[in-house]
């Protein structure tokens, strides 16, 4: 379907092409995919799981979404868009997954939008403000990318072979999507390292924000460990995940930060719901609209 | 009446109305019963935003064709792979003056090997066929396209990246 300008578009009344304020409108993007529950599986540990993998892609996405427009060049405006849009379509398949694998009637945007931040199952290293804005840089937000792409990377290779199909479908997908995330991730982490000594001032000071949040990448949570052959344990990832960094890291010139991880509260990080309070900020933003006018299409 | 099959590998793809959804591999499957036809496809990305748009335009040209009940699937595994391009694809893009991919077959299993310095693309020009080309950036108009320009005519071209 084509149009001659955009606000024909926008008032196409036709049919299903119904425009969004709550929710995508889209179909369940689910729709047609092998989605028989692997016998013996936990019910409630798989729920749980696709959730942390599910919000860990949706909070990143609309981090990595707030840089539209603000981004230091027209490209890296596009290119963390599209970022943010893989991240957002892995989202979608894993929260879907999740309510539907619950069966308590929860779909993607009830999950996205009607959750509050007790009930979000990320890591706390993809909530943390690392601008634009005051609260960090774009080389903070590069060092979280790379990191992150780089355990994402690792966890979905070995996901592949997860016994649910759609964690499997979903990693295989997502494979080639964050092998291109981590590459973009690193080729910027080697351009503000070898810069002037100003980016590259920028390029430690954005690893050492981010690098307190590293470690609870790697603490296996009782829902992985409950999953064994659907899960991935991310404790035995971290060689792989650290000779990757330290590639990066001896291409630049940079060393491994040397900083103590952010301690759990009361013994519960992010995978928990214990969330810093960047997420509460974060979850008003994206759901404001939702929330405001529930079920809303115009 | 024309065959279901026909009808849905007629559709273009929204993003690159050059190439039928069927050229560009998405189409993975058309069966027909009766007036029954199902349809399954595959998104080319995880987040593609354009897979609405074939669905639904699968649906009106299958419903303009006399079907009266047409499902649209989607399929996530095998994952999409630009190999699936098919000859007359590549010709089209090429036409069109945006590069199509290299052929890069299956993904080995296991971990994916950090290259920082990938070997040069070679991605010839598809306007003057000059080799002397040049990334401007992996991520162009749709995140299925980098954006390079050519050092022989100086044109920027999009290039379909290998996936």
């Known amino acids: 379907m084509s149009f001659d300008n955009a606000y024909e578009a926008i008032n196409d009344g036709a049919g299903e092409d119904a425009h969004w304020a709550f929710g995508t409108g889209f179909d369940d993007p689910l729709a047609g995919v092998d989605r028989a529950l692997p016998a013996g599986v936990p019910v409630a540990e798989l729920t749980a799981y696709c959730l942390m993998l599910g919000d860990d892609a949706l909070v990143l996405s609309q981090r990595l979404a707030e840089w539209c427009s603000r981004a230091p060049e027209l490209e890296e405006d596009v290119a963390l868009a ?45 909530e943390i403000d690392c601008g634009p804005g005051p609260g960090g840089d774009f080389a903070s937000t590069i060092a979280r990318l790379l990191v992150f792409s780089s355990w994402r990377l690792a966890v979905f290779s070995r996901l592949v072979e997860s016994a649910d199909p759609v964690l499997s479908a979903v990693a295989a997908k997502g494979v080639k999507e964050l092998a291109y995330h981590r590459d973009h991730a690193a080729q910027w982490t080697l351009r503000l390292a070898g810069g002037t000594e100003y980016s590259r001032e920028r390029m430690v000071a954005g690893l050492a924000r981010v690098w307190p949040l590293v470690g609870e990448l790697f603490d296996p949570h009782p829902v992985e460990l409950a999953l064994p ?34 301690s759990p509260v009361a013994g519960r990080t992010g995978r928990d719901g214990a969330h810093t309070e960047a997420l509460g900020y974060l979850l008003a933003e994206m759901q404001y609209l939702a929330r405001s006018l529930p079920g809303a299409s115009w | 009446m024309v065959t279901a099959r026909a009808v849905a590998e007629g559709v273009l793809d929204p993003e690159l109305p050059v190439l039928t959804l069927a050229e560009l591999g998405v189409l993975r499957e058309v069966i027909e019963s009766d007036d029954r036809v199902v349809v399954t496809i595959t998104p080319t990305y995880s987040g593609c935003p354009a897979i609405e748009e074939m669905r639904r335009d699968l649906r009106t040209a299958l419903t303009e064709a006399g079907y009266r009940d047409v499902e649209v699937r989607t399929v996530l595994a095998p994952a999409w792979t630009t190999d699936w391009i098919s000859e007359s694809g590549r010709r089209k893009l090429l036409e069109h003056g945006i590069a199509p991919p290299a052929r890069v077959g299956p993904r080995p299993a296991g971990p994916v090997p950090l290259n920082l310095v990938p070997p040069p693309a070679r991605v010839p020009c598809p306007r003057c066929g000059s080799a002397e080309t040049t990334e401007l950036s992996r991520f162009s108009a749709t995140a299925c396209k980098a954006l390079r320009r050519c050092e022989s005519c100086r044109e920027p071209f999009e290039h379909v990246k290998e996936l």
């Open chain 1, 82 to 126: 599209n970022i943010a849009l893989d991240l957002l379509g892995q989202a979608r398949l894993l929260l879907s997954r999740a309510g539907e694998v619950e069966g308590a009637g929860r779909d993607e945007d009830t999950l996205a939008y009607l959750r509050d931040e007790h009930e979000f199952r990320n890591v706390r290293l993809v």
């Open chain 1, 229 to 262: 052959g659907v899960a991935v344990d991310p404790s035995l990832l971290r060689p792989e995940v650290d000779q990757v960094l330290d590639t990066v890291f001896g291409a630049a010139g940079l060393h491994r930060p040397e900083i103590a991880p952010l």
